[in-house]
């Protein structure tokens, strides 16, 4: 119903169940709405939050893409423990698992193929590991209630990738239809160590992500440090593109979850800690923190220097703190 009155045209609010739940007395249906409408009526509800209407379906799709995500990776750990039970020591041979190597043996293991030699010569040549090396992490007791188990968590590591492709069409699909009317404009080159970036979760396509980003937004988010086409396309989906509902960056922090609490009573500071959230757009900015903390960029730089002092869970906040002023700023 909000996002029909929306799409007629109408100024809709989304109000926080918090904001009434102090309410004494006798409730019902017809005297809730009464109350909310007074309420509202004397300005004292504030709306929650809500990106552009026409941002509402993409933001849609992109959480339904990232729990596909979370549920395939519990099947990717079945598999590991499926081929430890066995004594098959394949995630000392390689990196990862659902590599072109790992999953060229697994799938040969699951074709009846035990030689391990002959399983070790399925190795990709980028692999750091010889094939003699390989070859002695692949002697197992192929037991058969673990072969059944590894069999089944192949079988739905591989189902929940389709899905995850089938979102990732779809969510094109939608891109090109937001805002097509808008000019697209060239996207810059990828730096040297973005390029290098290895992401098993990147969309099927992200260099069109990017064109579809900066057309909607007008920048090129992905060009920050720390920041990848996953993120930027979370924080733009999540955040919107109009910026004139946030005074200033200090209140976006603020709604980020990204600056503390302060708790003051006669002048005596009782809390100062950032509060947890579960916002989305404010995981995205951590992460993004994350992933500078060894790189050489001024965020990296600001990272070390805190974490040294303050220690790796303030420096983190500090950092995505710095990204947001800095991303704002430009």
């Known amino acids: 119903m909000f996002e029909e009155l929306e799409r007629q045209g109408f100024e809709c609010l989304l109000i926080s169940s918090r904001s009434l739940r102090r309410v004494a007395g006798r409730k019902s249906d017809i005297s809730d709405a009464q109350w909310i409408q007074t309420l509202h009526t004397y300005g004292l509800l504030e709306g929650s939050f809500r990106p552009q209407g026409d941002l509402v379906a993409l933001r849609t799709l992109l959480r339904h893409r990232s729990q596909l995500v979370e549920h395939r990776s519990p099947h990717i750990q079945h598999m590991q423990k499926a081929l430890l039970q066995m004594n098959v020591q394949l995630s000392q041979a390689v990196t ?7 999953q060229k043996i697994i799938r040969a293991i699951l074709a009846s193929e035990r030689d391990p030699q002959t399983l070790a010569a399925l190795r990709e040549p980028g692999c750091k590991k010889s094939e003699e090396e390989i070859g002695k992490t692949l002697t197992g007791t192929w037991r058969e209630e673990h072969l059944f188990i590894l069999k089944q968590s192949l079988m739905l590591y591989d189902f929940y990738t389709e899905q995850i492709q089938a979102c990732d069409e779809e969510i094109e699909r ?9 000019e697209a404009g060239n996207v810059e080159s990828l730096t040297k160590r973005k390029k290098n970036s290895h992401s098993k979760n990147l969309p099927h396509n992200p260099e069109e992500i990017r064109k579809h980003l900066k057309r909607i937004s007008g920048v090129d988010l992905s060009m920050v440090d720390g920041f990848g086409v996953c993120l930027a396309q979370t924080v733009i989906m999540e955040v919107g593109t109009d910026m004139s509902k946030f005074p200033d960056e200090k209140h976006f922090c603020s709604w980020l979850g990204l600056a503390p609490k302060h708790e003051i009573s006669g002048g005596k500071v009782l809390k100062n800690k950032t509060l947890k959230t579960k916002n989305r757009a404010g995981q995205a900015f951590r992460m993004a923190a994350q992933s500078v903390k060894q790189a050489e960029c001024m965020f990296g730089v600001f990272y070390r220097r805190l974490r040294a002092r303050l220690g790796p869970s303030q420096a983190t906040v500090a950092t995505a703190h710095a990204i947001v002023v800095w991303s704002t700023a430009c």
Not at 96 to 102: N, P, Y
Not at 174 to 182: E, F, K, N, V
């Open 96 to 102: 990862d698992v659902t590599g072109m190597t790992g």
């Open 174 to 182: 939608l891109y090109g239809l937001t805002r097509p009317d808008w």
